[in-house]
């Protein structure tokens, strides 16, 4: 079992920057892939950033290429959201993922993802 916890959702001005954090416990070793989602009520959880335990390639959504960046310590138990330039349509609940054993590589599917963290709001932009 993995356990995730996220942290770091506060108010921000538009255009300003916040950093998210994933924390990981338990069968760390197990971790392939930590994704980060967001959901807004009404909209399904979306994609927005992966990072792939091993070789740490990412991947970003369309919508925040240039904007976030997703970075995860040595020891792959923490994994990281950096927002800059944040907008009203970055607001949402803010997930983080990984992926079961069995699933080699990152996926931008949600329903790929085995365990997840209770999320943290980012709240609009002021």
């Known amino acids: 079992q993995v356990q995730l916890q996220e942290s770091g959702g506060d108010s921000v001005q538009a255009g300003g920057s916040l950093r998210l954090s994933c924390i990981a416990s338990g069968y760390i070793y197990r971790i392939k892939c930590i994704g980060w989602f967001r959901q807004v009520p009404g909209k399904e959880r979306e994609a927005v950033a992966t990072?792939?335990?091993?070789?740490?390639?990412?991947y970003f959504a369309d919508s925040v290429q240039g904007r976030f960046t997703i970075s995860q310590t040595n020891t792959k138990d923490n994994v990281s959201l950096q927002m800059s330039s944040l907008k009203p349509e970055d607001t949402a609940m803010y997930y983080c993922?990984?992926?079961?054993?069995?699933?080699?590589?990152?996926?931008?599917?949600?329903?790929?993802?085995?365990?997840w963290g209770q999320g943290t709001q980012v709240p609009s932009p002021h």
């Open positions: 990072i792939q335990a091993g070789n740490g390639q990412t």
């Open positions: 993922a990984s992926t079961p054993p069995r699933v080699t590589g990152c996926r931008v599917d949600p329903t790929e993802y085995a365990y």
